[in-house]
T-cell receptor
Framework: EAQVTQNPRYLITVTGKKLTVTCSQNMNHEYMSWYRQDPGLGLRQIYYSMNVEVTDKGDVPEGYKVSRKEKRNFPLILESPSPNQTSLYFC?????????????FGPGTRLTVL | GQQVMQIPQYQHVQEGEDFTTYCNSSTTLSNIQWYKQRPGGHPVFLIQ?????EVKKQKRLTFQFGEAKKNSSLHITATQTTDVGTYFCAAASFDQTGANNLFFGTGTRLTVIP
């Protein structure tokens, strides 16, 4: 089944404790992206990647890192999480390098930073 | 970055009533997409519009792209409880160099009262 998976689905952590949210897609998609969703703000892009070893900042990249060592995986790293990073996070992939085509979203990761 | 305004933010309707959400941009869009997010779920692609003045239908859903390619609407006829969720538009700006990303509207949360 074609899908985007994320882990963990729920995470409660404390300020400053490094964490990684994994994202994997099995559709051989070129483009992958991370979004955060906050009430009243919709979906805001954090980082995106058009190919292996190619990543770039989205609209809200501060406090986040990403890597794209393999085509299928695009982990999101929070080196020192803060309470303002409490949010619902979605990974997405798209079949073309330009991220303007259909986005396939993962199930989401709900992160709480205390 | 690109701004896509979406209204209304919330809409409560009686089952059987119609519903419309609107997306507006100050710049010309190369395409616009619509996504639906069920409560507790992730955004799921509904449709993409590319041509000026384009109208597409999916059963009770009608999608329109403005003549100037700066606005779009989603209209649901005779809402059902299964229509509950948040509807997002997402647009790529024609003027933006590279147009690598989609910009999501803030979403319209639809509640259908049985």
């Amino acid at each position: 089944e074609a899908q985007v998976t994320q882990n963990p689905r729920y995470l409660i952590t404390v300020t400053g404790k490094k964490l990684t949210v994994t994202c994997s897609q099995n559709m051989n998609h070129e483009y992958m992206s991370w979004y955060r969703q906050d009430p009243g703000l919709g979906l805001r892009q954090i980082y995106y990647s058009m190919n292996v070893e190619v990543t770039d900042k989205g609209d809200v990249p501060e406090g986040y890192k990403v890597s794209r060592k393999e085509k299928r995986n695009f982990p999101l790293i929070l080196e020192s999480p803060s309470p303002n990073q409490t949010s619902l996070y979605f990974c997405a992939s798209s079949s073309t390098k330009r991220g303007t085509d259909t986005q396939y979203f993962g199930p989401g990761t709900r992160l709480t930073v205390l | 970055g690109q701004q896509v305004m979406q209204i209304p933010q919330y809409q409560h309707v009686q089952e059987g009533e119609d519903f419309t959400t609107y997306c507006n941009s100050s710049t010309t869009l190369s395409n616009i997409q619509w996504y639906k997010q069920r409560p507790g779920g992730h955004p799921v692609f509904l449709i993409q519009l590319v041509k000026s003045g384009e109208v597409k239908k999916q059963k009770r859903l009608t999608f329109q792209f403005g003549e100037a390619k700066k606005n779009s609407s989603l209209h649901i006829t005779a809402t059902q409880t299964t229509d509950v969720g948040t509807y997002f538009c997402a647009a790529a700006s024609f003027d933006q160099t590279g147009a690598n990303n989609l910009f999501f509207g803030t979403g319209t949360r639809l509640t259908v009262i049985p």
